[in-house]
């Protein structure tokens, strides 16, 4: 398993000279999501229905820049979301939400236990639809068997960048979350077994 600084210099290389996507696609899905937070009617259900399905495709979607796969961030974003796949992702941010709910109900720490556990469930969803959606939740808590420790470090390790995107009025989210979720989605391809095919 590769290092926290080899994991965070990995995802600022891939990002050197393709800043302007993921910044943009991150400002779309802010400005989206407090639109629809705004709206009355929608709210108590955009949670489940909106907001963090379409986290779970911007979270891929930066994962396929990463990999060079898609540069079409903000279309990506959004096409990994709402798909023939969607039901699906509705339910599985419903089994998210409630156990890190829950989780976060009993004390802190067990809510971060589960936020951890769970933080591989945007891509194992999308690279595997096959998996039914409790079989994906279980899934991602078997792979951070052992590794929540070094996420929660590398995810403390951004608190910097915490410090500045507060200083700057949330201006530096734009680059913060970009930069969070590609070292998210490096942490997760070095979980990710290398499939071996027989000739």
Known sequence: MMENYSIR??????????WINPVVATLVFFVVSALIVFVPIVNIASGIFFTIP????????????????????????????????????VVVSLLWS?????????????????SLGLALVPFILVEHPEMGSWEIIC???NRMKGHKAQLFWLQLSFIGWFILSCITFGVGYLWLIPYMTVSLG????????IEVVSE
Request: hydrophobic share 45%; charged share 20%; glycine share 6%.
């Open 9 to 18: 210099a990995a995802a600022r290389e891939s990002l050197t000279g393709r």
């Open 186 to 193: 490096k942490f997760y391809e070095e979980l990710t077994p």
């Open 98 to 114: 409630v156990i890190i709910f829950v989780g976060g109900m009993l004390l802190i720490v067990p809510g971060v236990i589960a």
């Open 54 to 89: 379409l986290t779970f495709g911007m979270t891929y979607a930066f994962y396929d820049y990463y990999k060079k796969r898609n540069d079409n961030l903000l279309d990506n974003m959004f096409q990994r979301t709402f798909n023939r796949n969607y039901l699906k992702i």
């Open 139 to 141: 899934e991602s808590w």
